[in-house]
């Protein structure tokens, strides 16, 4: 039942797919915003629907949802699973996000990833920190917000893993707020390496408070990085009921 279940989701995305593309590629052609808002905006409503076909994912977003975005922040979020995306998407604001090469190479989600003006990160490349942080702010300059998952991967075992610098940097040098995202519940929704989707799950996305960065002098992206992943480590602690040491990786 299960593989019934799952064969007909990845049709009902694979239907999808096919029909934003051409709608992504028009958008894109008139699209005269700096930062293809627009367009990008489209690209994010797919995953929102991708979201609404699947039966097993029971979604709850709390939080600040009344920011606007046209006043940009970096985002960051940690990422437990493929279904962030799609989950994540369900927000009602446009943002750039930062995502390895390899899925810009993937035919038609690759295609629409940059149609949309998302940042590629090639990891081969040797100065492709300054090129991701250089684009990043590129955008932020037209008014539009980032995305990053400063875990750098999927978590394996559920709890939250250390936070690179870079979004962090970011924020203090271009002087935009962090807007942090908590996720939890996404862990078995699409597990790793497997095409059928995990059993029935509640799944949470919350939009933590924006964190100011008027105070951080430009050294201090270490301390900025703590705050912010502190204050997603206590949202996880009191959805799982579980103390921050067991969720915290790092102890």
């Known amino acids: 039942m299960d593989s019934v279940k799952s064969i007909l989701i990845w049709f009902g995305v694979a239907v999808l797919i096919l029909i934003w593309l051409p709608l992504l590629a028009v958008s894109r052609f008139f699209d005269t915003d700096p930062a293809h ?3 990008g905006r489209l690209f994010r ?9 699947n039966p097993n994912w029971k979604i709850t977003i709390s939080g600040r949802i009344d920011i606007d975005d046209r006043m940009p922040y970096v985002i960051v979020c940690n990422h437990l699973s493929q279904a962030d995306i799609p989950l994540i998407s369900n927000l ?5 996000w930062v995502a390895k090469k390899e899925l810009f190479d993937t035919p038609v989600i690759g295609w629409m990833m940059k ?3 998302d940042i590629s990160v090639d990891r081969k490349a040797l100065n492709r920190r300054r090129k991701t942080l250089n684009a990043a702010a590129d955008y932020l300059s037209k008014k539009c917000s980032v995305i990053f998952f400063p875990e750098g991967t999927r978590s394996r075992n559920g709890k939250l893993n250390s936070f690179t610098n870079g979004a962090f940097e970011l924020a203090i040098r271009e002087k ?7 996720i939890e519940g996404t862990q078995t929704c699409l597990p790793k390496k497997s095409w059928k989707f995990g059993t029935a799950k509640h799944i949470k996305l919350k939009v933590l408070e924006p964190v100011s960065i008027e105070s951080f002098p430009d050294e201090d992206a270490q301390k900025l990085k703590e705050i912010v992943r502190t204050s997603i480590l206590q949202q996880l602690s009191e959805w799982r009921g579980e103390p921050v040491e067991i969720i915290d990786n790092l102890k």
């Open 92 to 96: 009602p604001w446009e943002m750039k």
């Open 176 to 182: 935009v707020p962090i807007l942090p995202l908590v």
């Open 37 to 39: 808002y627009r367009t």
């Open 45 to 53: 409503l797919l995953g929102k629907a991708i979201s609404n076909i």
């Open 115 to 117: 149609l949309a003006g």
